[in-house]
């Protein structure tokens, strides 16, 4: 069965999208495992919503309706853009992080500091580890994210 016109762009947008997910993937794991800069708890959050954009572009290539499949992925670039910028909060303390991700134990009792400090990561979501122009990996994260999103949904509409 031959795609029509509009899945035909659907799945184009959506496989930029993927691409764009998974060069944001890529380079996470560059940072990771070739640069050694860790991630922390949110780090990893931002993560999942790329993978389902990846794997949803990989899908729309056998999906009878591209479209359904460009709604979620279009979902999931701004719940990651979302995502980091709530960790970018967190790293300019504009927001609390999530427990165990920046904990401190000045003033908990010697058993619950012990505790916490076992629930606690090793890598501090409250820290900057890389910045590029004056924005850190999960501020440039929420930008593209989001930047992508806005212009997806308005391809969205104009197909």
């Known amino acids: 069965m031959a795609l029509r016109k509009q899945d035909s762009k659907h799945t184009m947008v959506l496989s930029g999208l993927a691409i ?14 070739v640069e050694g800069l ?3 708890k949110l ?13 949803c572009g990989v899908l ?3 999906a009878l309706r591209p479209s359904v499949l460009l709604i979620l992925a279009i979902m999931m670039m701004w ?3 979302g995502i980091g910028g709530y960790h970018a909060g967190v790293e ?6 999530p427990g165990g991700c920046t904990a401190t ?12 400090l076992l629930d606690t990561s090793p890598v501090r979501c409250d820290e900057i580890v890389w910045s590029f122009l004056g924005l850190s990996m999960a501020a440039w994260n929420g930008l593209i994210s989001t930047l ?8 969205y509409r104009r197909i």
């Not at 134990?105 to 916490?116: I, R, S, T, V, Y």
């Not at 992508?148 to 391809?155: D, E, G, K, Q, T």
């Open 148 to 155: 992508a999103a806005v212009i997806s949904m308005i391809l």
């Open 79 to 81: 719940l990651t853009g």
């Open 38 to 40: 860790h991630p922390c």
């Open 20 to 33: 764009l997910s998974a060069s944001l993937i890529a380079a996470a794991l560059w940072f990771q495992y």
């Open 43 to 55: 780090c990893l959050w931002q993560r999942w919503p790329h993978y389902l954009v990846i794997l």
């Open 92 to 97: 300019l303390d504009l927001f609390s992080g």
């Open 60 to 62: 729309a290539f056998t």
């Open 105 to 116: 134990f000045e003033d908990l009792p010697a058993g619950e500091g012990l505790q916490a």
